[in-house]
């Protein structure tokens, strides 16, 4: 099955300061998706990723998907203490145009943010 | 609430025995999702319905997990003759099945302890 490799697996920054996490993999991802998991809390989806290079913006987080479709970004400009928890990037398999609902998670970011 | 909702929220059993989980979904999706989340991994696929049909099962899945989703709506997740390594948390998800687009409602997570 699609495996997705996740890095860094902690960050701790000062409030302000900006945020990366990247996800990759070996294989051609069809689509891919972020969730952030508050402390304590359960994934919430943040966005979709589909297309060759596509860029997202959602205030102040940016999403990208490479031009190969093997690897994305999550970078969040001037982190605030709500920024905290965990990052998580998902892929599905699809096959013959259908997609699957299941989803593999990478390992996840932990962000921490000092205030 | 119209969220997805679990029942109960945490869970302390004995090894040995048998225990259940009940997720409710969005009322209007058709997909319902099991994952399991150990502390600092990501969540891992278990089982999925689409309506009450059971469309794939997790290879790592022992006999020892069933679900069942028998109106496509409500589903139960039960563990036989527990062990300790079942203690996780369990998590329910839902989305509505389009084209290419699987964004997906988590719910708030059974946390089974296996003493």
């Known amino acids: 099955g699609q495996q997705v490799m996740q890095i860094p697996q902690y960050q701790h920054v000062q409030e302000g300061e900006d945020f990366t996490t990247y996800c990759n993999s070996s294989?051609?991802?069809?689509?891919i998706q972020w969730y952030k998991q508050r402390p304590g809390g359960h994934p919430v989806f943040l966005i979709q990723l589909v297309k060759s290079g596509e860029v997202k913006k959602q205030k102040r987080l940016t999403f990208q998907f490479g031009e190969a479709k093997k690897n994305s970004s999550l970078h969040i400009t001037a982190t605030q203490t709500t920024d905290v928890g965990t990052y998580f990037c998902?892929?599905?398999?699809?096959?013959?145009?259908?997609?699957?609902?299941?989803?593999?998670f990478g390992q996840g970011t932990i962000l921490t943010v000092h205030p | 609430d119209t969220g997805v909702s679990q029942d109960p929220r945490h869970k302390i059993t004995k090894r040995g025995q048998n225990v259940t989980f009940r997720c409710d979904p969005i009322s209007e999706h058709n997909r319902l999702y099991w994952y399991r989340q150990t502390l600092g991994q990501g969540p891992e696929f278990l089982t999925y319905?689409?309506?009450?049909?059971?469309?794939?099962k997790s290879r790592l899945l022992s006999d020892r997990f069933s679900a069942e989703r028998p109106k496509g709506s409500f589903s139960t997740l039960e563990i036989q003759r527990t062990e300790q390594g079942d203690s996780a948390m369990y998590l329910c998800a839902s989305s509505l099945r389009g084209a290419g687009y699987n964004e997906q409602f988590f719910g708030p997570g059974t946390r089974l302890t296996v003493l």
């Open positions: 294989t051609t991802l069809s689509n």
């Open positions: 319905f689409q309506n009450e049909a059971q469309l794939e």
């Open positions: 998902a892929v599905t398999a699809r096959a013959g145009g259908t997609s699957y609902g299941k989803l593999t």
